[in-house]
């Protein structure tokens, strides 16, 4: 058996509200499946529908290969761990991690055993005493992550785990979380609104949008192919261009003509083109005419981000206005807003979406 969740025909409505609609989704055995989406898209109704927090509208949930619809959380192999920990704060770390394992009347040895390498998967075997209270958010994240472990799911379900990190621990925690799940032989469902995290994290990404499933596919998949403009927006920063395709195979800009041959079902018509800022060429003008194929802008706005320098330019169409995304050489500056630049495209990079 390869799969670890089936989701069949699942939709969830409250009252007149659909928050899911017919989703079916496949969850690999061992994978760490993230789904993304903006607020209010069904990201955690779908993950307590897994979990058994709530029950689905219509739909068929398996797990492990068994009918689960109406198996209530706790008969579930499954574990949550949630965005604000839901620790006890009147019991210490140890006592925390062993709880579920003391419901479940395990003998003491073996809830000594369990709990010690819960908390050494997630490097907090000398934090055993400690009260909630004394830990830092990264470290309530690590005892939460050990309680939900320790019971051994086949699936562990995170709902926004990192969401109350700040930005460098949350880093450092994705990384953590990427260990102990080579660690452990457990499937990971992740929500998140984040894209980066999905990035980072995931084997597949499911990106939801009003209630369904917009895409899936892995993180490289979904930001140089994404089939719809939703997902171009949500999945990376891009430049979104109107145009018109041609069936002969010619992509026509504001600013150019291309060609380049659009995935199978896009149409000769209107377009919107999906440009991502890092294949966009920049260079200063220098002379009065432009190289072949370029085309002149006029830089509006430079960030010096470190690693990368963000520009705005205003290109042909006078109100155009296209990001690229340059890597800085050493000691270099980046370009004062004015420069006058010429710009060049790569088409082959280019996703073509219906308008
Ligand atoms: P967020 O990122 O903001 O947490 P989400 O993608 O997880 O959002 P859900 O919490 O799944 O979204 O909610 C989906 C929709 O269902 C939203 O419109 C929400 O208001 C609605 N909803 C969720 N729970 C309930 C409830 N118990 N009663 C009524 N409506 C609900």
Redesign the pocket.
């Known amino acids: 058996m390869t799969n670890s969740i089936e989701l069949t025909g699942i939709s969830?409505s409250?009252?007149n509200?659909?928050?899911?609609g017919k989703v079916d989704l496949t969850v690999k055995r061992n994978e760490i499946l993230t789904?993304l989406?903006?607020?209010?898209?069904?990201?955690?109704?779908?993950?307590?529908i897994i979990a058994g927090f709530?029950e689905p509208t219509t739909g068929k949930v398996m797990i492990d290969g068994k009918d689960s619809t109406a198996l209530a959380p706790e008969h579930r192999p499954v574990n949550m761990v949630f965005q604000k920990y839901a620790l006890f704060p009147h019991l210490d770390v140890f006592d925390n991690v062993a709880f579920g394992l003391r419901l479940k009347k395990k003998p003491k040895d073996e809830i000594k055993r369990e709990v010690n390498k819960a908390l050494e998967l997630v490097q907090l075997e000398s934090f055993k005493s400690r009260w909630i209270s004394e830990l830092s958010g990264g470290q309530a994240q690590r005892v939460a992550l050990a309680r939900a472990l320790v019971n051994r799911p086949a699936v562990l379900l995170l709902?926004?785990p990192l969401a109350a990190l700040d930005l460098k621990i949350r880093h450092h925690m994705l990384n953590e979380i990427k260990r102990i799940h080579e660690e452990t032989s457990t499937t990971f469902v992740y929500?998140t609104?984040d894209q980066d995290e999905a990035m980072i994290l995931s084997d597949r990404v499911v990106l939801?949008n009003k209630?369904g499933i917009e895409q899936i596919g892995g993180p490289q998949e979904m930001y140089w192919s994404p089939r719809t403009l939703f997902a171009a927006k949500f999945f990376g920063d891009t430049n979104i261009v109107n145009g018109t395709y041609g069936v002969s195979g010619v992509v026509e800009l504001p600013f150019g003509r291309y060609a380049h041959t659009a995935k199978s079902g896009v149409g000769a018509g209107p377009v919107n083109v999906s440009i991502r800022p890092e294949t966009i060429g920049l260079e200063p003008a220098l002379g009065a005419t432009l190289a072949d194929g370029a085309f002149a802008g006029k830089v509006k706005d430079t960030s010096f981000i470190g690693n990368r320098v963000i520009y705005r330019v205003e290109v042909a169409g006078g109100t155009l206005d296209l990001k690229c995304q340059q890597l800085p050489t050493p000691g270099s500056h980046a370009l004062p807003p004015g420069t006058n630049v010429a710009l060049t495209c790569k088409p082959e990079s280019f996703v073509v979406i219906p308008a």
């Open positions: 969830k409250y009252g509200l659909t928050a899911l789904l989406g903006p607020s209010g898209c069904g990201k955690t109704t779908l993950m307590r709530e709902d926004e929500v609104h939801l209630g």
